[in-house]
């Protein structure tokens, strides 16, 4: 009923770039903030980027800011992150997660505050 598939993920070469899609079904998210997280192999999983409900607010992580972009068109009820100059570090399953927040500017990097999760895309950054 309340799902995000993810999509766009695959295997580039390092300084490559990848779209990733997430779009949503059951629900729309106008008044949802939405995030990206990734998780590699033996590491905890890691907040990459957020938007606002409004898509006036974003913020990402030290680790990808000047690199990812993210950015959403709640008309096709959908959410991206253009992924840029990618390393070998970039290397991870990626999630697009969803919360309520109303109209308000809250847009968390914390997972545990987000409600709905996608199954995730593998993205991998290798020569």
């Known amino acids: 009923q309340l799902q995000l598939v993810e999509s766009g993920g695959g295997l580039v070469q390092p300084g490559g770039s990848l779209r990733l899609s997430c779009a949503a079904s059951?629900?729309?998210?106008?008044?949802?903030?939405l995030g990206w997280f990734r998780q590699a192999p033996g590491k905890e999983r890691e907040g990459v980027s957020c938007?606002?409900?409004?898509?006036?607010?974003?913020i990402s992580a030290d680790s990808v800011k000047g690199r990812f972009t993210i950015s959403r068109d709640n008309a096709k009820n959908t959410v991206y992150l253009q992924m840029n100059s990618l390393k070998p570090e970039d290397t991870a399953v990626y999630y697009c997660a969803a919360i309520d927040v109303g109209r308000s500017f809250r847009c968390p990097l914390r997972g545990y505050e987000y409600r709905y999760w996608g199954h995730g895309t593998q993205v991998t950054v290798s020569s």
């Open positions: 938007i606002s409900s409004s898509g006036g607010i974003t």
């Open positions: 059951g629900f729309t998210l106008d008044y949802y903030a």
